[in-house]
């Protein structure tokens, strides 16, 4: 299926790890320029990008100031996510305090990348936004609950951007990652760990194995480039009536 996004003009936010870098190669694929943002530089940009900004999307200014370095863009991509490193349930095995960073990051980070980047696809009266979420944001899991509970407030604002978005031909989704091999993962299984006596504690890969035969119908991990797929669909004009739309790629953990 040819996309047609050769020549087009992207905005990766966190592109330099995991899903996001996935998503920056494979629009780099498609032809398009890739231009990346993340508060972690150290591994580079992927290659073929036009380049890796260091910030952090929780500041407007920092935000802004990337996106002053593109004259335009046709497609905006936030893959950004951060959790509390704490065991999260019973929630009050958190403190409020540990709440802040989480929602900054996550919900607020992407609130900063909308009002930037919303006037420039104004402007040319065409293009995209994708926010990736989680299915911890629909189904209410008590693994990290300011992780949950922003991603869930991440699909509400997808609705609300998509709506008024439209009028101006720019569409706005989510797309939702089920189990990813990830630092993030593994966070959620190191702060588990720590709580077991040393009798019950597993390996990553044992606890990952057991987790994803009780969470997955088809029984698999996901992966990254399976995101960078359905992205770059996405944002390609075979998806033109598509917005406002939260896309599981979780294995069936989440179904409609």
């Known amino acids: 299926m040819d996309l ?24 780099v694929a498609e032809g398009c320029q890739v231009h990346g943002f993340d508060f972690n530089v150290q591994a580079g940009p992927a290659e073929g990008m036009r ?31 951060v959790g509390s490193g704490k065991f999260g349930f019973p929630f009050w095995n958190l403190e409020p305090s540990d709440w802040s960073r989480v929602l900054e990051v996550n919900l607020i980070g992407a609130v900063n990348v909308a009002h930037t980047f919303a006037p420039k696809l104004i402007s040319r009266g065409k293009g995209s936004m994708l926010f990736l979420v989680s299915v911890a944001g629909q189904i209410g899991s008590q693994t990290d609950p300011p992780y949950s509970a922003s991603k869930a407030g991440l699909i509400n604002f997808t609705q609300c951007a998509a709506k008024d978005l439209g009028p101006y031909n720019v569409r706005v989704n989510a797309l939702s990652p089920g189990m990813v091999k990830t630092e993030l993962n593994q966070s959620i299984w190191a702060a588990g760990q720590a709580r077991l006596p040393e009798a019950q504690r597993q390996s990553f890969d044992d606890w990952a194995a057991e987790k994803i035969r009780k ?15 359905m992205a770059c669909f996405l944002a390609s004009d075979h998806a033109k009536n598509i917005t406002g739309q939260t896309i599981n790629i979780d294995g069936g953990q989440v179904m409609r």
């Open 4 to 27: 047609h996004l050769k020549g087009q003009t992207v905005a990766v936010i966190g592109a330099a790890r995991g899903i996001g870098r996935a998503i920056a190669e494979g629009f």
């Open 51 to 81: 380049g890796l900004h260091q910030g952090d999307v929780a500041s407007l200014e920092q935000v802004r100031a990337f996106a002053d370095t593109l004259a335009e863009v046709d497609h905006v991509i936030f893959c950004v996510g």
């Open 215 to 229: 969470v997955s119908h088809l029984g698999r991990w996901q992966m990254p480039e399976e995101y960078a797929a």
